[in-house]
């Protein structure tokens, strides 16, 4: 774990829950999920991780699935699948890391409704509209906002009946004020940045931070260095999105979904190159190098935090309370 914070934060820290929202681990069968430890090692209780996206077929995403889940199992001795905010405290308390899954876009449903509930009994607990692109259910941030569809009204509603958390991010502003206004349950951008203080088409509107906040749910700030400025991540610049948020709606409704993609030993560049359309011209991916936040980054946040007035409880919210908090709220939720 990085030293470089105070004393007082570093006790705050390793006491506090640690909640990345999103990891941009690449989504692929192959991938040796002991990349984890990037994580674990930095004090982390819980991440989402990636299983898929709409750049991929929905096969991809179930073969994906079926690997992590077996990794994670075989290593129960370290790791947690976990299906409840009681399995997080739980792996918390026994020095353990916890995590489950999330699903980049709803090509992964390939038109069937029934797939929800499938992939929550896999351990889903999370899931995003769109990818930058329109699909049947929602329009994308880079593409043209066609709103929320019925089809991905009747979505919303079963994210919310089998407990699997509506997450706005990547999806286009219209969109995601209309999936806010259709869930009963508490939304999240789990990884997506305010435009107020970096304008990138990724990022997202004032107009749509106060809707999330106005259901209860989260913003989780996004490491990608591209849409945190000129490629540039450093704490002091995520930092000042995470208090443009705070002062906006409240530091109970600020968190963090770093994004950070860790070295994989598999061509991603294939599956990107194959579609450059879900990345277009004029939006800074052809950044050479782009940086991420890292994990290691996340105990000297903390100490930025303290520095910039916020108190103990605003803290341990923004580093996990505030989305376990919503966790709570929606995995509570049962199929009937």
């Given at each position: 774990?990085?030293v470089?914070?105070?004393s007082?934060?570093?006790?705050l820290y390793s006491?506090a829950?640690?909640?990345d929202a999103?990891?941009?681990?690449f989504?692929?069968?192959?991938v040796?999920l002991a990349?984890?430890?990037?994580w674990r090692?930095q004090?982390?209780?819980y991440?989402?991780?990636n299983?898929g996206?709409?750049?991929?077929?929905?096969?991809?995403?179930l073969?994906?699935?079926?690997?992590y889940?077996r990794?994670?199992?075989?290593?129960?001795?370290d790791?947690?699948?976990a299906?409840?905010?009681?399995d997080?405290?739980?792996?918390?308390?026994?020095?353990?890391?916890?995590?489950?899954?999330?699903?980049?876009?709803m090509?992964?449903?390939?038109?069937?409704?029934?797939m929800?509930e499938l992939?929550?009994?896999?351990?889903?607990?999370?899931?995003l509209f769109?990818y930058?692109?329109?699909n049947?259910?929602a329009?994308?941030?880079?593409d043209?906002?066609?709103?929320?569809t019925d089809?991905?009204k009747?979505?919303?509603?079963?994210?919310?009946?089998?407990?699997v958390?509506v997450?706005?991010?990547?999806?286009?502003?219209r969109?995601?004020l209309?999936?806010?206004a259709e869930?009963s349950?508490?939304v999240?951008?789990?990884?997506?940045?305010p435009?107020a203080?970096?304008?990138h088409?990724?990022?997202?509107r004032?107009?749509q931070?106060k809707?999330?906040?106005?259901?209860?749910g989260?913003v989780?700030?996004n490491?990608?260095?591209?849409?945190?400025?000129e490629?540039d991540?450093?704490?002091e610049t995520?930092?000042r999105?995470?208090?443009?948020v705070a002062?906006?709606?409240?530091?109970?409704?600020?968190?963090f979904?770093?994004?950070f993609?860790?070295?994989?030993?598999?061509?991603?560049g294939?599956?990107?190159?194959?579609r450059?359309?879900?990345?277009?011209a004029?939006?800074?991916?052809?950044?050479?190098?782009?940086k991420?936040?890292?994990?290691s980054q996340?105990?000297g946040l903390a100490d930025g935090?303290?520095h910039?007035?916020?108190?103990?409880?605003?803290?341990?919210?923004?580093?996990?309370?505030?989305?376990r908090?919503?966790?709570?709220?929606v995995?509570a939720?049962?199929?009937?």
């Amino acid at each position: 774990m990085s030293v470089t914070a105070s004393s007082r934060s570093l006790e705050l820290y390793s006491d506090a829950l640690i909640w990345d929202a999103h990891a941009g681990v690449f989504p692929d069968p192959k991938v040796d999920l002991a990349l984890l430890h990037d994580w674990r090692d930095q004090g982390v209780d819980y991440l989402s991780v990636n299983v898929g996206f709409d750049v991929m077929g929905w096969q991809q995403t179930l073969a994906t699935l079926a690997a992590y889940r077996r990794w994670v199992l075989r290593h129960d001795d370290d790791f947690v699948l976990a299906g409840s905010v009681d399995d997080i405290d739980r792996a918390k308390r026994e020095g353990k890391f916890a995590l489950s899954f999330d699903i980049e876009g709803m090509n992964a449903l390939n038109g069937n409704i029934d797939m929800v509930e499938l992939y929550h009994a896999l351990g889903v607990r999370q899931m995003l509209f769109a990818y930058n692109l329109k699909n049947d259910a929602a329009g994308g941030c880079h593409d043209d906002d066609v709103g929320l569809t019925d089809f991905g009204k009747s979505i919303v509603r079963e994210m919310n009946r089998v407990g699997v958390i509506v997450d706005c991010s990547h999806a286009a502003c219209r969109t995601t004020l209309e999936i806010m206004a259709e869930s009963s349950k508490p939304v999240v951008f789990s990884h997506s940045n305010p435009s107020a203080v970096w304008n990138h088409q990724r990022n997202i509107r004032d107009e749509q931070i106060k809707a999330c906040a106005e259901t209860g749910g989260v913003v989780g700030m996004n490491g990608m260095g591209i849409f945190l400025g000129e490629n540039d991540t450093s704490n002091e610049t995520i930092l000042r999105h995470a208090c443009h948020v705070a002062e906006l709606v409240g530091a109970e409704h600020v968190g963090f979904g770093l994004d950070f993609s860790p070295e994989v030993d598999i061509d991603v560049g294939a599956i990107l190159r194959s579609r450059p359309d879900f990345w277009p011209a004029g939006n800074r991916y052809d950044t050479p190098a782009i940086k991420h936040v890292s994990p290691s980054q996340l105990p000297g946040l903390a100490d930025g935090l303290l520095h910039r007035g916020f108190d103990e409880t605003e803290i341990r919210g923004i580093l996990g309370g505030n989305f376990r908090r919503v966790a709570s709220a929606v995995w509570a939720a049962r199929p009937s």
